[in-house]
């Protein structure tokens, strides 16, 4: 899948669908070349004009045509006549930022090396992929800059990171350091990115690109709701189904920064990679650093087929562990009804409850833990509140079990309170700064991770838990962002590592957990969906979307994540109305039509539910369980958007291609009751459908090209969920 045609002076990354191509030019410098739909060869046809221009610096004096400035390039550095956006920036032991890193060799290796430390995909056979290793070096400070390609035989993605070792003599600063850089060719795309906040996470935007530069960043210690690391160039016709998309995603929980450049001749540079406003690191001589991966993707067919790689990619080869592909449990979680008033009494209750309307799990959130009878305290002490829970967690844990679920539990363990046991022991552990009272956020205080210490201690304080009640489900949560960034651990010189070494304490935390409990299934959160990223995903296989549970809402935010990660990688949940951020009533029905868009879960005080209202619950989760391998493990298709319609929907393919699910939403109620159609997509147009509601039976070429349409009623909030079985024959 990878060579080098000497002739063409040019590497080549093609898996029969998808063609990278970069060439060495003036013995040095690599140049982008194309990066789409597969090509026989990549002779130039498309190549930019190159001719004396104004402005232009010529690193080689005997050609004035030849300029960095113009050149698209696969990893630029600054100072040497690009004055675009630098992939890296590195200062040498004489305080200067001045390097030329030149092409100097690459390898070619089997498979796909792990990232020591870090999150990332991985293959299980070496023939899966193939790497490419450009090395780059600098003849002044004798530093090598490694760019790290992978190509994957079945997925159209290709993975790049970069790694910097220090071979002089002397200590480097890296100032900036992208794990990826490409310059594409043209300038006529639309820019889709996932913004959003708190309670509305990865909300879609899209706008045509024009001149200047669009920097999307967080520098809040967390991938963040506000932004995603995340860059998606289209087509100005690309849609859901057709259409040229090129993505690139971080596989990183922490600051990012992601640049989209338009050139000033044309062609338009992509960055993404660690944000340089809270990076830095030393190496010293002998040292390697690498940086986090970013996944690229190409599509041919809009943005479906984008979202499909990454599914695949993410849920195969990102996710790990048993739960990987298993199918994921039905949970009844604490929070939403009770949020700190919990006790032993009502947990049993609730299990009880939760095991006779067919959920699998309970799940004890906030407030178990010594004195937490609100956010301001106790965060920190991961013993067991001794008034709520006065026969200990181990116990609750046993009776949980007893009345019919399994036991799982909520921490935030990277967090500490001032009112705590741990913070009265151990104040030099949070992130601060000696000479300024560090600024609370929701009551709290971040722990530092950088510390080993620390780290162990969570280890052991999260593992001593999941010891004494054999939890087999962890609920781990961060509630606050990152400020006053300094640490009493890390000496003056390196204070500036922090951001990224929190990252990687926290990721190490992360694996010791994964490898001590490989049977617990990690459930991420951040205020919800905060940190609902691709590094997180790669230690625990599922997050919780969003703290916004109303299910009109939650039609735009699963709709907005499902661009990068599959419905299996989403909690969502059916909670009580008027729901608690919004104050809408919606009915059960299409609470649980939206919630079907992922792992599902009840989040109330079930057993104030009418006899009618239980029937209908213990109905859903039998259709659930009935469609879950579907909707969990299929192939999902985006096709109508909630964002731009009053009516949305989306279908799923088992993975057999027998079973279809199809839901449709009605937000507001339309006077006119007017007809809305979908067209499925993924079926087999020659087969027959049988739609479980009523027996009639449908080809596939009829869903698909002449469409389904809903069932207008005079009501607002309404849904459809259509169930196809494919009929033999
Ligand atoms: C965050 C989570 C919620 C809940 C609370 C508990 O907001 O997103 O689901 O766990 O914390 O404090």
């Known amino acids: 899948m990878i060579r080098f045609d000497a002739q063409e002076n040019a590497f080549y990354l093609d898996n029969g669908r998808i063609t990278y191509c970069f060439g060495v030019v003036k013995e040095g410098y690599l140049e982008s070349r194309y990066f789409g739909r597969h090509l026989r060869r990549c002779q130039g046809s498309a190549r930019p004009a190159y001719f004396d221009r104004g402005f232009c610096s010529n690193p080689d004096s005997q050609d004035k045509r030849f300029s960095l400035d113009t050149l698209p390039q696969e990893y630029p550095g600054m100072n040497q006549g690009d004055f675009r956006s630098p992939a890296y920036a590195v200062e040498t032991a004489d305080g200067r930022r001045v390097t030329r890193f030149l092409y100097q060799g690459y390898e070619i290796l089997p498979g796909k090396p792990p990232l020591p430390g870090l999150p990332a995909t991985y293959v299980e056979q070496p023939q899966e992929a193939q790497t490419l290793v450009v090395r780059l070096a600098d003849a002044h400070t004798g530093a090598q800059i490694q760019l790290f390609y992978t190509i994957f035989r079945d997925l159209d993605a290709i993975c790049r990171h970069v790694e910097v070792v220090n071979g002089g003599r002397e200590a480097l600063w890296l100032e900036r350091l992208m794990a990826m ?194 956010d301001r305290r106790a965060l920190g002490d991961w013993v067991a509140d001794p008034v709520k829970f006065p026969h200990g967690l181990g116990r609750l844990a046993q009776g949980v079990r007893e009345a019919g679920v399994e036991f799982g539990i909520w921490f935030e363990p990277e967090m500490v309170s001032y009112d705590s046991d741990l913070y009265r022991s151990h104040p030099d552990w949070v992130i601060r700064s000696p000479y300024y009272d560090p600024v609370l956020s929701r009551s709290q205080l971040v722990l530092d991770l950088s510390n080993p210490a620390v780290q162990d201690y969570l280890v052991e304080a999260v593992s001593a838990v999941l010891t004494e009640t054999g939890a087999s489900y962890v609920k781990w949560d961060m509630n606050r962002h990152i400020t006053d960034l300094g640490s009493a651990w890390l000496p003056a010189r390196r204070q500036r590592e922090l951001s990224h070494r929190y990252m990687l304490g926290l990721y190490r935390v992360l694996e010791q957990l994964n490898q001590r409990f490989p049977q617990v299934l990690f459930e991420g959160c951040s205020s919800g969906g905060g940190r609902f990223d691709a590094g997180m995903l790669h230690y625990m296989p599922q997050t919780w979307t969003s703290d916004n549970t109303d299910a009109v809402c939650r039609l735009q935010i699963q709709w907005g994540t499902s661009l990068l990660f599959p419905p299996v990688t989403m ?20 609470r649980f039509a939206a919630a079907l868009g992922g792992n599902l879960g009840y989040e109330m005080d079930i057993r104030t539910l009418t006899p009618e209202e239980q029937a209908e619950v213990k109905e859903q989760i039998r259709t659930y369980k009935a469609l879950r391998e579907t909707v969990q493990h299929g192939t999902f298709y985006r096709l109508l958007s909630p964002q731009r319609h009053n009516d949305s929907g989306w279908n799923v393919v088992s993975q057999d291609g027998n079973t279809v699910v199809c839901c449709q939403y009605r937000v507001l ?25 009523d027996g009639v039976c449908f080809g596939g070429d009829e869903l698909m090209y002449a469409g389904l349409s809903d069932a207008p009623v005079r009501q607002d909030f309404v849904s459809v969920i259509s169930i196809f079985q494919k009929v033999e024959g």
């Open 181 to 374: 850089s490409l310059d594409l060719p043209g300038n006529n795309y639309d820019l889709l990115t996932l913004s959003g906040s708190h309670l509305m996470e990865k909300v879609v935007s899209r706008r045509p690109l024009t001149a200047d530069s669009v920097v999307l960043d967080s520098c809040r210690g967390a991938s963040s709701p506000q932004q995603t690391p995340c860059v998606v160039l289209t087509d100005p016709q690309t849609d859901e189904t057709h259409g040229r998309v090129w993505a690139v995603n971080f596989v990183y929980s922490g600051d990012f920064q992601g640049v989209v450049q338009m050139g000033q001749y044309g062609g338009v540079r992509v960055q993404m990679g660690m944000n340089p406003l809270t990076f830095g690191w030393n190496l010293e001589p002998g040292q390697r650093f690498v940086s986090p991966e970013c996944v690229l993707v190409y599509s041919q067919q809009g943005l479906n087929g984008m979202s499909h790689t990454f599914h695949r990619l993410y849920a195969q080869r990102l996710c790990r562990g048993p739960w990987r592909d298993r199918v994921r449990p039905i949970l009844l979680n604490s929070w939403e009804a009770f949020t700190f008033s919990i006790d032993e009494e009502k947990c049993l209750s609730l299990a009880k409850q939760a095991a006779q309307l067919g959920m699998e799990l309970f799940v004890l959130d906030d407030g178990w833990f010594k004195n937490r009878m609100d």
């Open 571 to 590: 909690g969502c949940h059916v909670s009580a109305v008027p729901n608690h951020q919004t104050g809408r009533v919606t009915s059960l029905q299409t």
């Open 669 to 693: 109620a339309d006077p006119l009751r007017r007809t809305t159609v979908v067209h499925l997509q993924g079926l087999d147009p020659e087969a027959t459908y049988r739609r479980q509601a």
